[in-house]
């Protein structure tokens, strides 16, 4: 007789400290409105008396998880009763310090076990694969933030559902700014796009593949943080996903001081030392402010698709199809392997089925709480003719395809929370030339992501995959969309292998530069305890 198999145990997911945790962090505050504040203090000790009285004064501001939590559930209640603009508008806040900020604050910020903290952005840009000639634009020497002129100290998020609440917040800070007599010396507008929500400048849906937090937000056995839409009765589903095809990781991933990811999803990892112990319930923000040059993208896709068409396997490729490819969905936000020829605006809509497909297998219909997946499932393509192994989704989420770390779980990992947003004005005719862009390029994405380890996830994406021709997995190349090529004497040319018709495949090569690296930093986000009772002035202090 055969041996039976046990079926697999509910995770025991564990309770996070939400009154603790910034709302930056946890769930991330996704609004549709946000501006960035840089801050500079000199290295007086009187100057950073100031600091640290900044601090005290924004402390009080800062916005806890369990508040943008209840606000995120209080906007998806209001939506599903048809009631979504009577929510009142709201700003929310968060702080991060770069490490020369938290040196400043406290000496015990040398003990932060993290090379590329301490570092900087600007020091690691080349390992990213930025330029290292200063003649090019995306060197540091050309960044208008966290370039030449140095780290900032600090950097305020204000976030908010309208433009109004938020500038309002950002009133607040600069009072705060000035009271104690700092220096603000960046800040940036960013919006969502007003003619194409949710979509990034190239026209394509974005943040559609963020993974879920592991973890509850009270005791309550069904209390979590991120919803579940999988029948309870499908098991391991129900608890390896939120929505169908988001996957569930543990928090110790993105937050100081919970247990981390295993080879097992459903079990948790060991919880990573804390060092120093005032940075429990912190994480690490990355910042990059990427430039994206809209007409050099669509120009190169129109051009390639032009020289495609006349080899066979290609006779009918389109721009449009060619970018989607590169991307991995179409510009709604449909993934490709679920729609091979086409895209399909009502399955880009559809959360329950938009991000819901695998790579290396058939993808099987999955029972639902409520509502259905309709729409044709995704047929195995393990060697990436569907959707090409560089194509920007694939390179950065392997899903159930094994990779040069190992088997698909090791990948876990590697996530990270974006939670970024665009700025600039929308380019209304993609190809259009440069003397006939009113905004003369200055569009982009205001990157912004949350992980407990730079180097293990951030710079790991950035220069073990999106960058490496090979990794994670061959046939490949580089990530077409925002991957570099820095290596010497190959004169920043990334390649990729494409697939058409009857097995053809052909090799894309270019050198033209579309995202550019203009500036960022890395930074700290403290939590609240830390904020005020660590990094702030006491009240004799700030006397």
């Known amino acids: 007789m055969a041996e039976r198999v046990s079926p697999p145990f509910e995770p025991i997911e564990p309770v996070l400290e939400l009154d603790d945790i910034q709302g930056a962090v946890v769930p991330g505050f996704l609004k549709q409105y946000q501006t960035l504040a840089g801050i500079n203090c000199g290295d007086s000790f009187d100057q950073a008396k100031d600091l640290r009285r900044f601090v005290g004064i924004v402390s009080k501001l800062v916005t806890p998880s369990r508040e943008a939590l209840n606000d995120r559930r209080a906007f998806k209640a209001l939506k599903l009763a048809g009631k979504r603009g009577e929510k009142p508008p709201v700003a929310f806040f968060g702080i991060g310090f770069s490490y020369t900020g938290l040196l400043k604050l406290t000496p015990s910020a040398r003990s932060i076990p993290s090379e590329a903290f301490r570092l900087g952005l600007k020091e690691r840009s080349s390992l990213l694969g930025d330029p290292v000639d200063s003649a090019e634009k995306g060197n540091p020497a050309n960044w208008i933030v966290g370039g030449k002129s140095g780290d900032l100290d600090a950097l305020v998020l204000i976030a908010g559902d309208t433009p109004e609440c938020v500038a309002e917040g950002t009133s607040k800070i600069q009072a ?54 999988v029948d309870p009765k499908q098991t391991p589903e129900y608890w390896l996903f939120g929505y ?115 790579f290396d297998s058939d993808t099987l219909p999955l029972p639902l709480k409520k509502g259905k997946d309709e729409f ?6 393990p060697v990436g003719t569907t959707c090409p192994w560089a194509a920007h989704i694939r390179k950065v989420n392997t899903r159930d395809s094994g990779s040069d770390m190992g088997t698909q779980d090791s990948t876990y990992k590697r996530r990270l929370l974006r939670v970024g947003i665009p700025f600039g004005k929308p380019l209304a ?52 969309i925002i991957g570099q090529n820095g290596a010497p004497d190959e004169y920043r040319q990334r390649t990729c292998t494409l697939f058409g018709t009857e097995y053809k495949s052909e090799q894309l090569q270019t050198t033209a530069q579309w995202v550019i690296p203009t500036g960022g930093g890395y930074f700290l986000l403290p939590s609240l305890s830390a904020l005020q009772n660590v990094l702030a002035a006491s009240e004799d202090e700030g006397k």
């Not at 044709?376 to 393509?381: F, G, K, P, R, S």
């Not at 999106?466 to 997995?473: E, S």
């Open 176 to 229: 705060a700014i000035k009271k104690t007599n700092l220096t603000q010396s960046y800040i940036e507008v960013g919006s969502v796009r007003s003619d194409l929500p949710g979509h990034e400048h190239f026209g394509f849906d974005d943040g559609i593949s963020q993974p879920g937090i592991r973890g509850r937000a009270t005791s309550g056995s069904a209390d979590f943080i991120t919803d579940r839409h």
């Open 244 to 358: 169908p095809g988001q996957t569930l990781i543990w928090p110790g991933e993105f937050v100081f001081g919970y247990p981390s990811s295993s080879p097992d999803p459903l079990r948790p990892g060991p919880t990573a030392s804390i060092t120093p112990d005032w940075t429990r319930n912190g994480s690490f923000l990355v910042f990059r402010r990427l430039r994206q040059d809209v007409s050099l993208f669509w120009q190169t896709m129109r051009q390639e698709a032009k020289r495609l068409s006349a080899l066979d396997g290609f006779k009918t490729i389109t721009e449009v199809e060619l970018a989607s490819k590169l991307v991995g969905r179409w510009p709604s936000g449909a993934p490709v392997n679920r729609t091979p020829e086409k895209d399909d605006t009502d399955l880009g809509k559809c959360s329950l089925a938009n991000n819901y497909f695998r």
């Open 376 to 381: 044709l499932m995704a047929t195995a393509d």
């Open 429 to 480: 005719d993609p190809y259009a030339k440069p003397e006939d862009d009113p905004e003369e390029g200055n569009r982009g994405l205001l990157f912004l992501s949350i992980q407990s380890s730079i180097e293990d996830q951030f710079e790991f994406l950035c220069s073990r995959w999106a960058n490496d021709p090979t990794r994670p997995k061959n046939p490949g190349g580089h990530d077409f």
